[in-house]
C-alpha cells in the first residue's frame, strides 16, 4: 500500500480520464487533507505541477484507503511545494445545529483549535466541512473537476 507525503500529487484513473490530487497537509488525529486539482485529462500534462498552483476545494480523506477500497489505479505524478498562502493547515468549519436542525453556531477548525461564529461570513462560507470524506463521496468530487 502506497502512502502518500504532503506536497505529492497523484495520479487516480477514473472513468471520465486522469484526475489529480494533491495532499497538502497531515494530522496525527484525523485523515490527510487533499486539495482536488481541476480537470480530467486523457493524458498526463506534461507539467503536472502547474495544477497544484491555484487554489482549489480541499477536504480530509483517508485518501490511499478510499483509492484503494473504489479499486482505482493510482500513482504519484509528481511532488510540488504546497503555495505559501496554502501552507498553514487550512480552516474547516462545521454547524452547530438545534433539535430542529436549525444552525445556531458555526466551529471553525485551525487543526489546532476551535473558534465559533453565529453568523458564516461569506468568504467563509468556501471553508471545506470538517469531515472526513466518505470514498464515495470522494469519487464523486473526482470526477466534479472537469477542465
Do not use: C
Not at 40 to 50: A, G, M
Not at 63 to 90: C, M, Q, V, W, Y
Amino acid at each position: 500500500m502506497e502512502e502518500y507525503a504532503p506536497g505529492d500529487i497523484v495520479e487516480v484513473e477514473t472513468t471520465k480520464g486522469l484526475a489529480y490530487v494533491q495532499l497538502t497537509h497531515t494530522h496525527p488525529s484525523y485523515p490527510p487533507v487533499v486539495k482536488f486539482l481541476p480537470g480530467s485529462y486523457e493524458h498526463r500534462p506534461d507539467n503536472v505541477t502547474v495544477l497544484a498552483e491555484k487554489p482549489a476545494p480541499m477536504a480530509m480523506v483517508p485518501l490511499t484507503g478510499a483509492l484503494n477500497r473504489l479499486g482505482l489505479k493510482h500513482a504519484l505524478a509528481g511532488r510540488s511545494d504546497i503555495p505559501h498562502s496554502e501552507r498553514s493547515f487550512p480552516i474547516f468549519r462545521m454547524p452547530i445545529r438545534d433539535k430542529q436542525g436549525k444552525i445556531i453556531y458555526w466551529w471553525f477548525w485551525d487543526g489546532q483549535g476551535l473558534t465559533y461564529s453565529t453568523e458564516l461570513m461569506a468568504q467563509q462560507e468556501t471553508l471545506p466541512m470538517r469531515e472526513v470524506m466518505s470514498s464515495d463521496h470522494f469519487l464523486d468530487q473526482l470526477l466534479a473537476h472537469d477542465k
